[in-house]
């Protein structure tokens, strides 16, 4: 198992993250440093939750992110990470059912959600944000840009 350093590290090393006075970035139970962060905090939050396991629970059940849209800023975005297996039976496929479950409840919280499969990663994003950024936007379900 990695520590949080190590995490950090191989964050920095390998896909670029900058960390300054304007990006920080904290490897933590999402709910728990979510919670005891003040209301409108970040501008833009990124959740990029798993466990060896997989995803978080926090993430997977949605108390992680009621808690990101209460300290993100109201013109303010969130973005997650989700795992995904492309390519296979979806219905199979329960990485998969999760993401969409997560979009779902997504959908449940903010205005607006937006998801992009990153098909040689298996990864789905959503970007999520509250209120009209764009006036054109469809209200969610969840949007396939």
Known sequence: MLTHAEVLQA???YMGLV???KCTAEVADAEAYLRATPTSSFGVIVLDAFTAAGLAAS?????ALIEASR???ADGLVIVDL???HGVDAA???DYQTA???LSALCDIF???YKWEVNQHQNLLALCHRGDRDQSATPCRYHQD
């Open 11 to 13: 964050a920095q090393e």
């Open 19 to 21: 960390l300054d006075e």
């Open 59 to 63: 993430i997977e059940k949605g108390s």
């Open 71 to 73: 300290v993100v800023a």
């Open 83 to 85: 795992h995904t297996a």
């Open 92 to 94: 199979a496929d329960e």
């Open 100 to 102: 969409h479950r997560v």
């Open 111 to 113: 205005d607006h959600v």
